[in-house]
C-alpha cells in the first residue's frame, strides 16, 4: 500500500466474492472521501508534499521549529520571568508526585483560519505547557522528557496532530481517553475550554488534578456558574421541576470544593521559599 506524499490505495475494495456483508468499501466511496480530505485540506495533496515527506511545502514542520524556539526564549528567561509571576511560581513549586500532565483543547483548526494571530497562540500556548512540564520535571528530579504527556482536544485538525505527533512527538489522544488519565498526581493544562466542559472531566466522580491551569471558574459565560445554570435551565425545561436536581447539587459541591482545595493548598503563602528560590535558581538572601 502506498504512503504519502503517493495517493494511497483503498485497503478494502470490494471483490465481489464475499457470501455475507463485508464492510468494504467501493471505490467511488474511497475517491470520494479523498476528494474531500484534498478540499478540507489541501496542504496533504500529493503537488504540496516537500521531499522530506512534509506536507504543505514543509509549513508545518516549520511551526513545530517555532515551538522549540518560543520554548528555548522562556527558558533562557529563567528565573527573571518566573519571579514576575509570584502565584504562578508558587502553585508549580508546592506541587509534588506530578505523574502525569494532560493538554486541553489546545485544538481550533488555526490552520484552516486567517484571522491574525492562531499562529502565534498555537505556539505559545504549547510552549508555556513544554516549560511547565520541565519545571515539573526538575522539581521531582526527573529525567528530562520523563513525564507522560498527552493531548486532546476533538477540535483538533489533522494540520495540528501532525505538528504535534510527527514533529513533536507527542501523544494524542481521542475523547474521553483524558477523562480516564486525570487524577489527583495529575498536571492539568486547558486555558481554551470552558468550565462547562471541564465539569464532565472534574466533577463527576472524578479525582480533582492536583495542578489546573486554565480559565478562571467564576469567568462570566465560561464560568462554574453558567455550566450551573445552563444544566438547572435544561431541567426545568425537560422535566418540569424547578427543585435542582441531585447532580447540580453535586456538581456545585464539587466546584466548591475544587475551588476552596486548590486556593489552599497550591496558591497560599505557605510555600517553602527556600525551596522556591533553590528551584528557580535565584540565589538565596537576593531581594
Known sequence: MTVPPERPSNPFPESGEEPDYAANVPEDVFEGCLE???FNHPGFDSKNWTEDCEPM?????NVGLK????VKQILEAGPELWYNVPRLRKLLVGTKNVNN?????LGGGFIQLEEQGDEETFIWQYALFDVFCQIIEKKQKME??????YFQDPAFEIEEEHILQNVLGEKVIQHPEATELIDEHSFVFGIHIPWSSLANIFFMGRPHPQIFIGNSIEIGMSGIACAIADKYIRQVNLDHETTPGEDIIELRRQAELFVNGHSCTYLSEGVDEDADDQHFGRPRGNP
Request: net charge negative.
Open 36 to 38: 474531500n480530505f484534498h
Open 57 to 61: 511545502d514543509g509549513y508545518l514542520l
Open 67 to 70: 515551538v522549540v524556539d518560543v
Open 101 to 105: 500532565a494532560v493538554c486541553l483543547g
Open 144 to 149: 528530562s522528557g520523563s513525564l507522560p504527556r
